[in-house]
């Protein structure tokens, strides 16, 4: 077994097909899931090994990589079973928000090599971004072997302060959902306008996600992608009187993006 996935929900699922479309085979990956409906659909599905327990792994099970892919407020329960992997030889990865790397040491043991990542949920249609951050133990080799795990679901970041990781999850990581309201409240501002509202809907969506990807293709900075579609005098210069007056928009998403930094570090403890 060269890889352990511990969850293999809607996260650990998208990663894990990433893996087998990229390096790893079936063969090479074990996932620990106790949902027997989800665990079916993975071995059907994907051909992998699915146990319900790590205490279905043998005794002589030595994942070169464990990834915790289980939901935080289930880690306490889950983590201990994997101690006994830890060594030079085990990299653990963990995408579980508000667990540092001294949890995982206190559970895992202060010599364990552990990645804490922050992915946020487009990696589902493998369009996420996952920050990671390294601790000590992580020798070079390992970081690298991480970041291309992380790469099958979207971009790859790193940073080197921890700290750093409250405001990874509060950008990218709640970043999608700052995104759907604004499509949720074009959408009104189309029905108020007289459009239907299946129609305001659609356009809304379309243009979100139409404008997210020009702006993935594209070289230019977002400033300038605005400036390109605005022109003076035109209906679009006018809108943007009304969102960049006084710096108002800027000053919600500051303050928004501190308060989810502010939340993060509190549930991090």
């Not at 479309?21 to 620990?32: E, F, K």
């Not at 804490?116 to 390294?134: D, F, S």
């Amino acid at each position: 077994m060269k890889l352990l996935l511990v969850g293999g929900g809607k996260m650990g699922g998208a990663m894990l097909e990433g893996w087998l479309n990229g390096s790893l085979t079936p063969a090479d990956v074990t996932v620990v899931e106790p949902s027997a409906d989800a665990a079916a659909a993975l071995s059907r599905n994907l051909g992998v090994t699915c146990v319900a327990d790590a205490s279905d792994l043998g005794a002589d099970a030595a994942p070169e990589t464990v990834v915790l892919a289980v939901k935080p407020q289930m880690m306490d329960d889950a983590l201990p079973a994997y101690a006994r992997f830890t060594g030079p030889h085990c990299l653990f990865v963990s995408i579980a928000a508000g667990k540092t790397i001294s949890y995982f040491e206190k559970h895992l043991g202060s010599e364990a090599a552990i990645v804490r990542a922050m992915p946020n949920t487009p990696a589902a249609v493998g369009r996420g971004v996952t920050v990671g951050c390294p601790n000590a133990h992580v020798s070079e080799s390992q970081r690298v072997w991480a970041d291309e795990l992380l790469a099958a679901v979207g971009e790859v970041a790193w940073v080197e302060d921890e700290d750093q990781i409250d405001a990874v999850t509060a950008l990218s990581g709640g970043g999608p959902a700052y995104v759907f309201l604004l499509a949720e409240v074009m959408t009104e501002a189309g029905v108020q306008a007289g459009l239907p509202a299946d129609l305001a809907m659609r356009l809304a969506r379309v243009t979100v996600s139409g404008a997210g990807e020009l702006m993935h293709q594209s070289s230019d900075e977002p400033a300038t992608l605005r400036k390109n579609v605005t022109s003076p005098g035109g209906t679009t210069a006018e809108a943007l009187k009304i969102l960049m007056a006084d710096g108002a928009l800027q000053s919600l998403m500051t303050k928004a993006i501190a308060a989810a930094t502010r939340r993060s570090k509190e549930l991090a403890g």
